[in-house]
């Protein structure tokens, strides 16, 4: 704030100055003759602009070679993809011509300047039209920009080439929004989901994804860009309110994000993290620490991180739409692929907005199975009568009544199969109640439960001869009747193995 004003002040001030030296220069003017005062100004100002000329190319190229290693493609800065030291050639080479061009303008610029600057008793000549000249400026600049395009377009043409047919590759998704990165990765089955905007709801569906699309299932949502190295991405590109752009400036990756309009980007990264921030670690403008405050603080090439950022200025949060990048090698890659929660299993999955809550998913069938073939080992291992007991976590009942409910038949058919298995094993089949009702009209439900329970196993071909169904209404609670949970608890239907 006080820096602010302090530059204000002192353009006032300039400006104060500036107009005094005019009317001194007025005055000055009027006493001593105008015209030569005008050519004394004239040579005054010439030689100035030729001392602008000689600081300000100084001070450009030195100025390029003091930032080179903080500046990309250069220094430590050498592309961390395979395409990008194309493209990194492409802009030298484009720097090398225009660079020639901007040293020699310059200096046309500001020597002509000087050099014809109004003297005594010359007059400017007078020249209409010149073919030579305008030949030369006009072909000159041609050839070198046909040479530049052509070169661009065979590297744009490779650059932007989608993935071949059946090529390895993973593909990922990231979709900018005011102002952040929803970030998506297709989960072990490889595949990314279908997207509808119609189901887009803040806080359930972030990204408007089909639920009833399998391939959405798995999807992920991470927080940050993992990538194996060496490995082909491609990232889908697309926006949900205004242009954005996915840049990641350290593998020369850059594509708008615009609303409606898919975009993609195929890049192999070459160097991992920690490969980079070894790079870094060589050059002394990153053994500085990173914070300047702290000496004691990590120094630069340690805290290095790629990023993500947002390329177009998007709003007033533009700024904040950064996400760290991170190349790891395969291994750590499949690691962290692990530990990543599918959204939805972890954040739809039996909520009320979740259009298949009355339906038991696949991989909710197979894992199911599993726990219970494991509590059945390990009742069958038990010696003591109470630990031969094995609860049936998933069949329940309709409200007050016998009839089974539809998904209570997945758990059932794994004890169906489970008495298959062992031909020799008897069980007690026992219905409990929690304490609502009256004591008698419990003990008749749960007798009626177990009962329907049995009949069901009879159904699928179980000799009832090796069922007993029982009922002990709310005699024998598991749990507290005072709560809802403790009641669900205690409404429970479970078997005892009695032989095996
Ligand atoms: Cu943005």
């Avoid at 005011?178 to 803040?202: A, E, S, V």
């Avoid at 840049?247 to 609303?259: G, I, Q, S």
């Avoid at 972890?346 to 907005?353: I, L, P, T």
């Amino acid at each position: 704030m006080s820096t602010g004003l302090i530059i204000i002040g002192c353009l006032i001030l300039i400006a104060i100055v500036t107009v005094q030296i005019g009317k001194v220069t007025e005055l000055a003017a009027k006493i001593r003759g105008e015209e030569e005062v005008q050519f004394e100004t004239n040579k005054r100002a010439g030689v100035l602009m030729l001392i602008f000329l000689a600081v300000f190319l100084v001070l450009c190229i030195w100025s390029a070679i003091y930032y080179k290693n903080w500046m990309l493609g250069y220094g430590p800065h050498e592309s961390a993809s395979s395409h990008g030291g194309e493209l990194d050639s492409m802009f030298n080479v484009t720097l090398f011509f225009t660079g020639i061009v901007f040293v020699i303008t310059h200096i046309a610029l500001f020597w002509f300047a000087y050099k014809y600057r109004g003297r005594k008793g010359v007059i400017s000549s007078f020249i209409a039209h010149d073919n030579k000249l305008e030949i030369i400026w006009t072909a000159v600049p041609a050839v070198v920009m046909c040479f530049l395009v052509i070169r661009g377009l065979v590297a744009w043409n490779e650059v932007m080439a989608d993935v071949d047919e059946g090529e390895d590759h993973i593909e990922i998704e990231a979709t900018g929004q005011q102002f952040l990165w929803h970030l998506r990765y297709p989960g072990p089955d490889g595949k990314l989901g279908t997207r509808n905007f119609r189901l887009i709801k803040t806080g359930e569906n972030p990204l408007g994804q089909d639920w009833m699309d399998d391939k959405n299932l798995d999807d992920l949502h991470p927080t940050e860009i993992v990538l194996p190295v060496d490995k082909k991405v491609r990232v889908r590109i697309t926006a949900m309110d205004v242009l954005h752009n996915f840049y990641l400036p350290h593998f020369r990756v850059k594509m708008d994000a615009v609303p409606g309009m898919p975009t993609y980007f195929v890049f192999t990264p070459t160097k991992t993290t920690e490969e980079y921030r070894q790079e870094l670690r060589n050059y002394p403008e990153y053994q500085q620490p990173t914070d300047p405050n702290d000496p004691n603080s990590e120094p630069l090439w340690k805290t290095f991180n790629y990023e993500l950022a947002c390329a177009e200025l998007c709003g007033k949060g533009h700024f904040s739409m950064k996400k760290i990048v991170r190349i790891v090698s395969e291994d750590e890659y499949n690691a962290w692929l692990k530990e990543q929660q599918s959204y939805y299993l972890s954040n739809v999955r039996g909520k009320d907005f979740d259009p298949r809550k009355d339906e038991l998913l696949e991989v909710e069938i197979s894992q199911r199975k599993q726990d219970f073939n494991l509590a059945v080992e390990k009742a069958l291992s038990a010696t003591a009568a109470e630990e031969k007991v094995v609860k049936l976590n998933y069949v329940y009942f309709e409200t007050g009544a016998a009839n089974l409910t539809d998904l209570s038949r997945y758990e059932l058919d794994n004890l169906a199969a489970t008495l298959n298995k062992y031909p020799n094993m008897t069980i007690e089949l026992a219905g409990h109640t929690d304490n609502v009702g009256s004591a008698e009209g419990n003990q008749t439900l749960s007798q009626q439960r177990a009962s329907a329970v049995q009949n069901y196993l009879v159904q699928k071909g179980i000799d009832s001869s090796r069922l007993v169904a029982k009922g002990y209404g709310q005699s024998k609670p598991v749990d507290s009747n005072d709560t809802e949970e403790g009641r669900a608890n205690n409404r429970r239907t479970e078997f005892k193995i009695l032989t095996q």
